[in-house]
């Protein structure tokens, strides 16, 4: 049973570049949730979406955009990238009609993005 | 405002031993999740354990166990035994229940870096 899987695994981009990552969730899941951990930090959340919508939304600007498709896998798009862009993306996936508070994540590896 | 605290950036442990990771917590919500989650160098997150703000009782999964204080507001992780593969960053995190439901959102503290030693 594949977990989440994420694409690509390393990036480099230069400033004012745009990107897009690629989550596929675990299967029977349909609701997945993007993080970014800069450098020596804890993950921090930056949106989720379920049936295609974004659902919540974190602190971060307009230059982070998603989409999600009917097959439930993911896409996070950053415009305009700045240094402070540099980070591990994770995806995390999980089924929405599991509501209860432990229910927990099915993480991927993340994508490690380096902006020059 | 909702956080989480680790204070300890790193901790030493011999291989057998067991060691206690920190973790305090700040919420308003009276139901809310706690969970540790371990990342190796790999980068994927690993769920570790889970304890809820109504369980009675401390959440114990194999050498892993939470020590829950409700009224100091910590959920410190237990690793009896420790061994060589238990060296990684372990994260505490939280997630409140929030109106209309549990929220997707989970809150991480800054991490502990573990290391063992033979």
């Known amino acids: 049973d594949a977990g989440v899987t994420q694409s690509p695994t390393h990036l480099i981009k230069t400033r004012g570049q745009q990107v897009t990552l690629r989550c596929s969730p675990k299967s029977g899941h349909d609701t997945v949730s993007w993080y970014q951990q800069a450098l020596g930090q804890g993950p921090q959340f930056i949106f989720q979406y379920y049936e295609e919508e974004e659902r919540q939304r974190g602190n971060f600007p307009d230059r982070f955009s998603g989409h999600q498709f009917p097959n439930y896998s993911s896409e996070l798009n950053v415009n305009a990238l700045l240094l402070g862009d540099s980070a591990l993306y994770l995806c995390?996936?999980?089924?929405?009609?599991?509501?209860?508070?432990?229910?927990?994540?099915?993480f991927g590896s993340g994508t490690r993005l380096t902006v020059v | 405002a909702q956080k989480i605290t680790q204070t300890q950036p790193g901790m030493f442990v011999q291989e057998k031993e067991a060691v206690t990771l920190d973790c305090t917590y700040d919420?308003?919500?009276?139901?809310?999740?706690l969970f540790w989650y371990k990342q190796p160098s790999s980068g994927e997150m690993i769920f570790l354990i889970y304890q809820g703000s109504y369980d009675q009782q401390n959440a114990t999964e194999g050498r892993y166990s939470l020590n829950f204080q409700k009224a100091r507001k910590s959920a410190n992780l237990v690793i009896s035994a420790s061994q060589l593969g238990d060296s990684a960053m372990y994260f505490c995190?939280?997630?409140?229940?929030?109106?209309?439901?549990?929220?997707?959102?989970?809150?991480f503290g800054t991490g502990t870096l573990l290391a063992v030693q033979p």
């Open positions: 995390a996936s999980r089924a929405w009609g599991t509501p209860e508070l432990g229910v927990g994540y099915t």
């Open positions: 995190a939280m997630r409140e229940e929030g109106y209309g439901g549990a929220t997707n959102k989970l809150i």
């Open positions: 919420t308003s919500d009276p139901s809310y999740g």
